[in-house]
């Protein structure tokens, strides 16, 4: 296939140059003719000729192919000159010599036609190849669109990942935003309940600090209730049942406190540790919160509801309370129950007293 479009190109390469070296139309054809049949071994005709040059009309590489075919046959033909031979055998000579020229050329055109019939042959099988070639790159086409198309889908696809990436990472950094303010929340009422606890702390060594002077103050009232040991032992009696039941009391109340106080630290440590995946369990952490505050206000009104029922009673022991040598043999509880087991003695006899007094100055 290469060689007959060579050929081809050859062919109208050499016509364009005989166009400019011929500018006359006759000239021309009879030059295409004889490029035809003696260079490309082609038999020229008048359609092919005038296809070729396309100039005149089609009489004119009609004619120039009669008189291109009569020069040729006028050269071809033998002519043998000699002086001795007669002028008859001088003829049958040249007769026989162009017969044998005429049968090779036959014979040369014959082999000409069969090489340009196997030249078609692949000619042909170059065009069936040709075909084939382009129906495979039509399909290379087809494919190559169809993967240009999945491309931009898939390039597509890309960006809408890349948006859904971006919106998801906004997503996130708002999320990382709140539960750093979550934590930052936490943290603050992490803040508010050790203020609490440092100021319930403080209440508790004020109530330790009263209750100490409490009992230096009913120390001294000891030593001065000495003088009335005598007229008191009866109702010493009933006191000292009062100062038991009242110390059942305070015992019982310590341990409600105490149970409370761990209540509280317990729900404290867990407050901190929710603090941690307060994340997912902020709900959760706000009513444990709740809880809490209701507790430690619970806590705080019944601190202060024993603070104020704590004085009273130690007013009141100043005048009832026995001697040191006649207390029965009780074990001291801690510093930090001295509050608790002193709120409630003898409450109740205070009234007694201030007129036990009354009557004793007015005898």
């Not at 170059?126 to 889908?153: K, M, P, Y």
């Not at 806590?299 to 009141?316: E, I, K, N």
């Not at 205070?350 to 100055?361: D, E, I, M, V």
């Amino acid at each position: 296939m290469s060689d007959v479009l060579s050929d081809d190109a050859r062919l109208t390469a050499e016509i364009d140059r005989l166009k400019a070296a011929f500018p006359k139309t006759r000239e021309l054809y009879r030059e295409v003719c004889a490029l035809l049949f003696f260079r490309f071994g082609q038999t020229p005709t008048a359609n092919r000729l005038y296809q070729l040059v396309r100039r005149g009309s089609m009489g004119t590489p009609a004619a120039v192919l009669g008189e291109f075919w009569a020069e040729l046959r006028e050269k071809s033909r033998v002519r043998i000159e000699h002086p001795d031979l007669p002028a008859d055998l001088g003829a049958a000579a040249g007769e026989l010599v162009a017969t044998l020229w005429t049968r090779a050329t036959a014979s040369a055109q014959a082999e000409l036609e069969a090489l340009r019939a196997e030249v078609e042959e692949e000619r042909a099988a170059a065009g069936q190849r040709v075909a084939a070639a382009r129906d495979e790159l039509g399909r290379t086409e087809t494919a190559l669109e169809q993967r240009t198309a999945a491309l931009l889908a898939a390039q597509v696809e890309v960006r809408e990942l890349e948006k859904a990436q971006a919106e998801g990472r906004a997503a996130r950094q708002a999320l990382e935003a709140e539960v750093s303010r979550l934590k930052a929340e936490a943290a603050a009422r992490d803040g508010e309940l050790e203020t609490v606890r440092d100021g319930f702390s403080r209440d508790l060594d004020k109530l330790r600090e009263s209750a100490e002077r409490a009992d230096e103050r009913l120390r001294a009232s000891e030593k001065r209730a000495l003088l009335e040991i005598d007229r008191e032992r009866g109702a010493g009696a009933k006191l000292q049942k009062e100062l038991d039941e009242a110390t059942k009391r305070a015992d019982r109340r310590e341990a409600d406190y105490r149970g409370a106080l761990d209540a509280l630290q317990a729900q404290l440590g867990d407050a901190r540790q929710q603090a941690g995946v307060l994340q997912g369990r902020l709900d959760a952490v706000q009513a444990a919160n709740a809880t809490l505050q209701a507790q430690l206000a619970a806590v705080r009104q019944a601190d202060v509801r024993g603070a104020a029922s704590l004085a009273p009673p130690a007013r009141a022991k100043t005048g009832l309370a026995r001697p040191t040598a006649t207390r029965p043999a009780v074990s001291r509880p801690p510093r930090t129950q001295v509050v608790a087991r002193k709120m409630p003695v003898a409450s109740a006899p205070t009234g007694k007293t201030a007129a036990r007094r009354k009557k004793r100055s007015q005898g």
